[in-house]
């Protein structure tokens, strides 16, 4: 049995991840459009602004005392799923 204080963290938990999908989904909407206004699949990935974003999050990370560690993950793997979406739906051009 799981007590009574950790199921009120849960709960809190699982407003935060509604939260969550939502940033997600607006995200996913300005993806779109940066997708519609890319000419070619080699612009989808650019090396650089992924490395000043991954400096950036560390910066605010340590800033707002979040382990860098964790946002570094989050950030890559969210990088790396934006990237995999912007293929998919890529509008081959050429």
Same mark, same amino acid.
């Given at each position: 049995?799981?007590?009574?204080?950790?199921?009120? =963290?849960?709960?809190?938990?699982?407003?935060?991840?509604?939260?969550?999908?939502? =940033?997600?989904?607006?995200? #996913? =909407?300005?993806? $779109?459009?940066?997708?519609?206004?890319?000419?070619?699949?080699?612009?989808? @990935?650019?090396?650089? %602004? @992924?490395?000043?974003?991954?400096?950036? @999050?560390?910066?605010?990370?340590? #800033?707002?005392?979040?382990?860098?560690? =964790? #946002? $570094?993950?989050?950030?890559?793997?969210?990088?790396?799923?934006?990237? /995999?979406? /912007?293929?998919?739906?890529?509008? $081959?051009? %050429?």
């Amino acid at each position: 049995m799981v007590n009574k204080n950790i199921l009120k =963290i849960r709960k809190k938990l699982d407003k935060l991840d509604d939260n969550l999908l939502n =940033i997600i989904k607006r995200r #996913t =909407i300005l993806v $779109n459009q940066v997708i519609k206004n890319k000419r070619f699949k080699k612009d989808i @990935i650019d090396k650089k %602004r @992924i490395s000043i974003i991954l400096k950036n @999050i560390s910066k605010k990370s340590k #800033t707002k005392q979040i382990d860098p560690k =964790i #946002t $570094n993950k989050i950030w890559k793997s969210m990088i790396k799923a934006f990237i /995999e979406y /912007e293929f998919r739906n890529f509008k $081959n051009k %050429r």
